[in-house]
DNA sequence: TACGGTTCTTTCAACTTTGAAACATTGGAG
DNA sequence: CTCCAATGTTTCAAAGTTGAAAGAACCGTA
């Protein structure tokens, strides 16, 4: 074994002695395997790192974040509960829920869409906007010293460059 | 309002004339959102995609999956419970709840510590060891998939680059 | 050896997330 | 017009996650 961590290329050599019948995958090799484990670490620490933050702050998770900068963003600051569970990333069944206790806390209001009686729309309340105003500049100065204030110019260029990347194989 | 999204940089023409006593921060210029759109975006849903995966192929989520390789990859497949929480980067709570679970599906037996009482240590049971060995080949593929197959080895070197630097701001 | 602060783990209750199923409505094909 | 599949949303029950608090054992100091 001389590797180790995430993905297991650990195992690579023992599994093709291995009598099955499953194809054997193409592993990591050493470089893959340096950006890898790096990088899955960043992929669950950052956003725990943000959702902590907001928590603590304001008592709200990112995805109730995104949800409410989605709405703050669109006109009339109104969007039908599909397009703002496409926008924001998440599960009808979990904006629903969401919305609904946004509704309770006086951020949100849902109004029946006239043309087709399916569909809600979710409106931010002038107190809904006022929270997200309250929340933004301590979220962007956590976002600055998490992130860019780490990086150079030529680093945010490539981050960019390498996450428009990887979201064209997700979505 | 020029520009949109999570971190609401739109918003700070709107509320340098506000009155209120909060410091108005940094926000983002444009090359900066540029980047952070899409990485935020990638930070959600790659995840999101990767545990959809797991969950789907073995019933298993990336919590889940990075306890049982932590376990995997020590001496005699042993951890203390404090140990293997670091390493799987999860709450000592998340971590009980979990290794309780995997023990009831035989994957994990708990045994108490010889020397520090209120020490546990988990160990992988080889049913545990043979589930990871039969997951492992589809998670690598997922992951070469979705990342690996799209950048090039100079973007690796990037990425393993930007993901050390980031990681320094955390922990 | 007894105190007290610290460490390691679990428990608890509240909350969130999940996917499947239910419900209501729509729009197109026959 | 009447099906029927597709769409948009909610409900449901099961599972997972949270942070705080509890419980147990450890260790240094007196």
Known sequence: MRRSGDVRTEESEASVTRTESTVEPRWLD??????????????????????RQLREEMGVSHTWYSMLAALSAAPDRTLAMGEL????????????????????????????CPTDKRS?????????????????????????????DRLDREQVDQLRRIALTLLEGLG
């Not at 893959?32 to 959702?51: G, K, N, R, S």
């Not at 809600?120 to 100065?141: M, N, R």
């Open 30 to 51: 050493d470089e893959e395997m340096a950006a890898w484990l790096p990088f899955v670490q960043l992929l669950y620490l950052l956003p725990q790192e943000l959702d």
């Open 85 to 112: 569970a496409r926008s924001s990333m998440t599960s009808p069944s979990r904006l629903t829920h969401a919305i609904a206790t946004m509704e309770k806390r006086g951020w949100v209001v849902r109004r029946p």
């Open 120 to 148: 809600q729309f979710a409106v931010l309340t002038d107190e809904g906007f006022a929270t997200l105003e309250a929340i933004a500049p301590s979220h962007v100065a956590e976002v600055r010293r998490t992130v860019f």
